[in-house]
């Protein structure tokens, strides 16, 4: 496995489950991210672990849970969802660095259906 | 707070077309910029980057160039192909050793037609 993977890739789920959405990175970065993306609007970010600690959250509700347990891998738990909350939802890592640009690679995402 | 407007889409044109899709930001300091594309049913791909004014960044027929005089960054190709049919997002960075994240445009889409 090379760059970042999302599991699922699609999920469906009613108001009252509880599920988790998996991201793995392979390339050794030390940072992730969790963005949203709902059409026709801009990527809306999430949360932000740097070295496995959470260093922001924007704002999020908290029917939505973050776990970071290392530097490899990123969760995003979910409970009580609302219909709203149907989107993808996109994984990315960096390597953050004191000079240079940040490139962040993103995953495939998961798409999040809520009934 | 900082933020990537971009034209409005979808852009629409036959291929061996010229493309510009407008990308403008406002920003404290000085951001990276990036170009990333999202084809159907993937997640985002870095396309181009620059880090400085006056910087050009370039890939696969793609540029962009960091006007800091008019914050601006926008992308450019000057024969488009049915393949590049995908969505393209402007962003730009947080300073160097902070959290490292983006912040995006609203994306445009991009659709070529043969």
């Known amino acids: 496995e090379t760059g970042v993977t999302q599991t699922p890739r699609h999920l469906v789920m009613g108001m009252t489950n509880k599920k988790s959405l998996k991201c793995e990175q392979h390339l050794g970065h030390n940072a992730m991210y969790w963005y949203k993306q709902s059409a026709k609007k801009p990527l809306e970010l999430m949360f932000v672990?740097?070295?496995?600690?959470?260093?922001e959250n924007n704002s999020v509700p908290s029917r939505f849970s973050p776990e970071c347990p290392n530097s490899s891998h990123l969760f995003l738990h979910l409970h009580t969802l609302q219909p709203e909350d149907s989107a993808l939802y996109l994984c990315?890592?960096?390597?953050?660095?004191?000079?240079?640009?940040?490139?962040?690679?993103f995953g495939a995402g998961s798409r999040l259906t809520v009934l | 707070g900082d933020s990537v407007t971009q034209m409005e889409g979808p852009v629409t044109l036959s291929e061996e077309a010229f493309l510009t899709i407008n990308c403008t930001y406002t920003a404290t300091g000085y951001p990276s910029l990036f170009w990333y594309v999202q084809y159907p049913g993937e997640g985002l791909q870095l396309l181009l980057k620059a880090t400085k004014a006056d910087d050009k960044g370039s890939n696969k027929g793609f540029e962009a160039t960091y006007r800091k005089e008019t914050t601006s960054f926008h992308l450019e190709k000057g024969s488009v192909q049915v393949s590049d049919s995908a969505v393209y997002f402007c962003a730009l960075s947080d300073r160097p050793g902070n959290t490292g994240k983006l912040i995006f445009g609203q994306g445009t889409t991009l659709q070529v037609k043969p």
């Open positions: 990315a890592s960096s390597q953050v660095r004191n000079s240079g640009a940040n490139v962040l690679t």
């Open positions: 672990y740097s070295l496995e600690e959470r260093v």
